[in-house]
């Protein structure tokens, strides 16, 4: 069985199918790269990722297989000799190229693409609504006895891993913040070539610890800007806490944790309506977008990204979307079991008698890194306090600068008002010979070193903390759990850092009189913040 593959979105659909063939010594997998393509390179690097067997194309078109699948009409594939099994590589048909085939028409109903020598290259379309094949059947009458309703393999396993959906936010440690995603497709009415600012700009005006940012980028796009210039570009908004997907399985696990999608008009919108989220257009698609496709009536009915106050529209509910998605996926949760046996009959081959299910999807093994340096807003007008904390270089008035010892860099430290440090874990030590300063010790130096500091601080844990204010005595700080909703909430103890430091600046007298109570708003969640003076253990921490 041969793998035909042009590009690397491709290949990641066709992986999607394996489990129809797991556990069968009968069958043979290998893979070839179509020729033709842009993005040709990262296909073949895919490929080697996933621990496939690839053989050259010469050698594909030489010999005679049982099966060929593809994910992509486009390329020779007319030379190949077998059968051949044509699935989309996205949701449906909703992007047309202009510069490729029939200019309004998407290369998966375009006979250019599905006729060699006049007559259909695949022996069965897999397609994933019944609207898809009477789209396809208008175009190639004959096409309607080769096509099926199979539905989406992608959308089967990101709807087998819905129970992770705790486990994928606890990996990115989103915790009570709102995710929002931002998804761009490829080619020139992407979000990143119409609005390459954009998740920079959002992070400039969305508070780090009532949002947490992540961006999904196309295949295609990783594969002609490359991984080292798309973060060179993506650099202000990494800093400032943005996680990029990897290109497999990682996106579509974002999309199970998310609580709203900023897009274009790449399918990752309507694999987002078929969960239901909150979906929000930042841009259209202009002339690739196909008029009344399932993708037109989703962002022709979704609110529109407002760049200066993005919040309002980014706090859309679930419940409306759904209804669009409807339109694009049919057979929801049952690709594979619908599509094996008409792939062994293909093949000249009983199925194998246990079950086939989609995989659900790894779960994120990083998190993206927390900021270094915050601008942070601060008010306290009301109670509780408010704290919002941005990019350093936020055009958004602000309170003070903070920032972490031993991450930002001189010119961060040497601007900041509040300094403060993690205390790591002591690290496996050979032999007896080391030394450490305590986080009393560590905290008095700081104002030696950094003139314009006024708070310096050690998180102990994600609940206590040590502080001195101008050179002052070591204050223990501890931060209470938010436990509205039935959930218990932390947060990141140096924003509770940023509230204390606020708070003392508008009573200068108050350390006097400890131990003393304050009430944060930190973000999503509430916060009391208790002082009193520290303990001996705080003082004598290892730093």
Known sequence: MLFAVRSAAALHRLLDLLPAFEGDDRVRCRFTLVPGSDFAADALAAVDAAGARCIPWAEALAGRHDLILTASPKGALGGLRGRQVLLPHGAGFNKALAREGSPELPSGLDPAFLLSGGSPTAALHALAHPDQIERLAARLPDARRHAIVAGDPTLDRILESLDRREAVRAALGTGGRRLVVLSSTWG??????????????????????????????????????????????????????????????????????ADVLVTDHGSVALYAAALDLPVVAACDGADELVPGSPMARLLAAVPRLDPVDPAPCLSERPGRTRRFAERAFARTGRCLETLRPELYKLLGLVPPPYPVRPRPLPVPEHAPQAPAAFAVRA?????????????????????????????????????????????????????????????????????????????????????????????????????????????????????????????????????????????????????????????????????
Do not use: K
């Open 379 to 543: 008010s306290t007008d009301r109670d509780p306090i408010t704290v919002e904390r941005l990019p350093p270089w936020t055009d958004l008035p602000f309170h003070h600068l903070a920032a972490e010892y031993g991450r930002a860099g001189t010119r961060a430290l040497q601007s900041a008002a509040l300094i403060y440090r993690r205390a790591d874990a002591p690290a496996a030590r050979t032999g007896w010979h080391h030394e450490y300063r305590t986080a009393a010790d560590w905290t008095a130096e700081v104002f030696e070193e950094h003139p314009n500091c006024r708070t310096a601080a050690v998180l102990l844990s994600p609940a206590t903390a040590l502080l001195r204010r101008d050179g002052g005595a070591p204050v223990g700080v501890h931060v209470a759990a938010d436990r509205s909703g039935g959930r218990v909430r932390r947060t990141d103890p140096a924003a509770a850092l940023s509230a204390v430091h606020t708070w003392l600046a508008a009573r200068p007298d108050a350390l006097r009189t400890l131990p003393a109570t304050l009430t944060a708003r930190l973000g999503s969640t509430t916060h009391r913040i208790r002082l009193a003076p520290a303990t001996d253990a705080e003082s004598d921490h290892p730093v």
């Open 188 to 257: 020139p009415q992407s979000l990143l070539a119409r609005r390459p600012g954009l998740p920079a700009e959002l992070a400039a005006r969305l508070p780090y610890d009532g949002y947490q940012l992540a961006l999904i980028v196309h295949p295609n796009e990783y594969s002609r800007t490359g991984s080292f210039d798309l973060s060179r570009r993506l650099r202000p908004a990494l800093d400032a806490g943005l996680m990029l997907a990897a290109p497999y399985e990682e996106w579509a696990a974002l999309l199970v944790a």
